[in-house]
T-cell receptor
Framework: DGGITQSPKYLFRKEGQNVTLSCEQNLNHDAMYWYRQDPGQGLRLIYYSQIVNDFQKGDIAEGYSVSREKKESFPLTVTSAQKNPTAFYLC?????????????FGEGSRLTVL | QKEVEQNSGPLSVPEGAIASLNCTYSDRGSQSFFWYRQYSGKSPELIMFIYSNGDKEDGRFTAQLNKASQYVSLLIRDSQPSDSATYLCAVNRGSGNFNKFYFGSGTKLNVKP
């Protein structure tokens, strides 16, 4: 079945370490997104990519980095520069706006900094 | 001003009642509107989308859009305990073929048996 796969589901990190969250989709979508969700909060956009080899900062990009070398893959690196990285991270993709335009989400990755 | 605003709740309704969830948005250029349901610890799942003013019904769910008032709502009829979740309102403000979504902080709904 088509969908978005995120890994790992749970990740623990020591302060000062970089970690990379994986996101793979087989929906043939051009656009991919990374959101962060804190308890009791909505989704905040970290980075997004409209096409391979291109990406833009979202509202809270500081301390994060991404790459988009393949259409199917959009990994997110949480760097040591991110001051408060403990959160639930969601990867999503969307088709073009001639479709319903909805976002499809992966199951999420929960990062805890020890 | 936030792009999308929702009352955080919790909204408590008895089983079988109508739950009414509301959302306002700031950009009049917004073109499409979505309601996502999110169970605790899970990712959001799409419930409804609406593009045009008026009502759109799908089973027990009705989405209402009023672009003049910049207001979107979701009605859940015959509420069930399984409807207990956080409901996220999202607005698509993309351009061309690109979608760019803004989310409210969500309304927590509790349906009491």
């Amino acid at each position: 079945d088509g969908g978005i796969t995120q890994s790992p589901k749970y990740l623990f990190r020591k302060e000062g370490q970089n970690v990379t969250l994986s996101c793979e989709q087989n929906l043939n979508h051009d656009a991919m997104y990374w959101y962060r969700q804190d308890p009791g909060q909505g989704l905040r956009l970290i980075y997004y990519s409209q096409i391979v080899n291109d990406f833009q900062k979202g509202d809270i990009a500081e301390g994060y980095s991404v790459s988009r070398e393949k259409k199917e893959s959009f990994p997110l690196t949480v760097t040591s520069a991110q001051k408060n990285p403990t959160a639930f991270y969601l990867c999503a993709s969307s088709g073009d706006r001639t479709n319903t335009g909805e976002l499809f989400f992966g199951e999420g990755s929960r990062l805890t900094v020890l | 001003q936030k792009e999308v605003e929702q009352n955080s709740g919790p909204l408590s309704v008895p089983e079988g009642a109508i739950a009414s969830l509301n959302c306002t948005y700031s950009d009049r250029g917004s073109q499409s509107f979505f309601w996502y349901r999110q169970y605790s610890g899970k990712s959001p799942e799409l419930i409804m989308f609406i593009y045009s003013n008026g009502d759109k019904e799908d089973g027990r769910f009705t989405a209402q859009l009023n672009k003049a008032s910049q207001y979107v709502s979701l009605l859940i009829r015959d509420s069930q305990p399984s409807d207990s979740a956080t409901y996220l309102c999202a607005v698509n403000r993309g351009s061309g073929n690109f979608n760019k979504f803004y989310f409210g902080s969500g309304t927590k709904l509790n349906v009491k048996p």
